[in-house]
């Protein structure tokens, strides 16, 4: 096989939260650790200018931290925004990373959500209501 493969195959087991027990154990340092939830440190990949995605009803949340990961932004958000969302994607052909940041916002626009860049990190939050709307009715 092909060593991207296993790379890509390692980061959505990881994300999809697959790994083993041994994994939920690392914490990151500095993190509380009472109801939070299992944190493992983003793996970027290095000198992989592109990346297979290829997934089935995800969490959205594990998506948004996946582009996070891969393209070394930060990234913020509520999770109860992305609560109970999930993403699908066919990915037959591989995708530069630099697209993946175009892909983030098309899913979070088709959940009613958005992507906007906050000094030197991005912000998932609810779309903004269009100019001149009550913001009522369906979007």
């Known amino acids: 096989m092909k060593p991207i493969f296993l790379l ?3 980061v959505l087991i990881v994300i999809l939260g697959v790994g083993s027990g041994a994994a939920q154990e690392e914490k990151a340092p500095g993190l509380p650790v ?3 939830e299992l944190v493992i440190p983003c793996k970027p990949l290095v000198n992989q200018p592109l990346v297979s995605i ?3 009803d995800a969490p959205l949340a594990d998506f948004v931290r996946f582009v996070s990961c ?3 932004q930060n990234m913020v958000f509520n999770p109860t925004i992305l609560a109970g969302k999930t993403v699908t994607i066919i990915g037959p052909q591989q995708l530069r990373k630099g697209d993946l940041g175009a892909l983030l916002r098309t899913i979070l626009t088709e959940h009613g959500l958005e992507l906007k860049k906050q000094g030197g990190f991005y912000r998932v939050s609810a779309l903004d209501p269009p100019a001149g709307s009550s913001g009522g009715g369906v979007r």
């Open 54 to 56: 290829d997934i089935r």
């Open 70 to 72: 891969v393209t070394e």
């Open 34 to 36: 009472g109801n939070a």
């Open 8 to 10: 890509i195959l390692c």
